[in-house]
């Protein structure tokens, strides 16, 4: 199963996006979800993750900025990012435990 990302687009830095994650067509449940971004040039680095419980993780650049939280009865899963930088563009994936990375979607911050 293919999880597709979605909600990127161009922002200009202290703006806000939401990107949300779903399984579209799939009944697959997304219990546990890492989000990763990607920026030109540099590897993928997680972002932030949610485990089964709820209890999520972030990595430094994006404590405090960013929230990552679900739906349940959207089976979404949703990334939103506040006070953005142009540190923080790139192409943002979400993968779950049995699915496969899908394109992403990209964010880019810039005035």
């Known amino acids: 199963v293919q999880l597709q990302a979605s909600g990127g687009g161009l922002v200009q830095p202290g703006g806000s996006l939401r990107l949300s994650c779903a399984a579209s067509?799939?009944?697959?449940?997304?219990?546990?979800i890492t989000w990763f971004r990607q920026a030109p040039g540099k590897q993928r680095e997680l972002v932030a993750h949610m485990y089964s419980d709820d209890s999520t993780k972030y990595r430094d650049s994006v404590k405090g900025r960013f929230t990552i939280a679900r739906d349940n009865a959207k089976n979404t899963v949703y990334l939103q990012m506040n006070d953005l930088k142009p540190e923080d563009t790139g192409v943002y994936f979400c993968?779950?435990?049995?699915?496969?990375w899908g394109q992403g979607t990209l964010v880019t911050v810039s005035s």
């Open positions: 993968l779950a435990p049995g699915s496969s």
């Open positions: 067509g799939s009944s697959f449940s997304i219990n546990v």
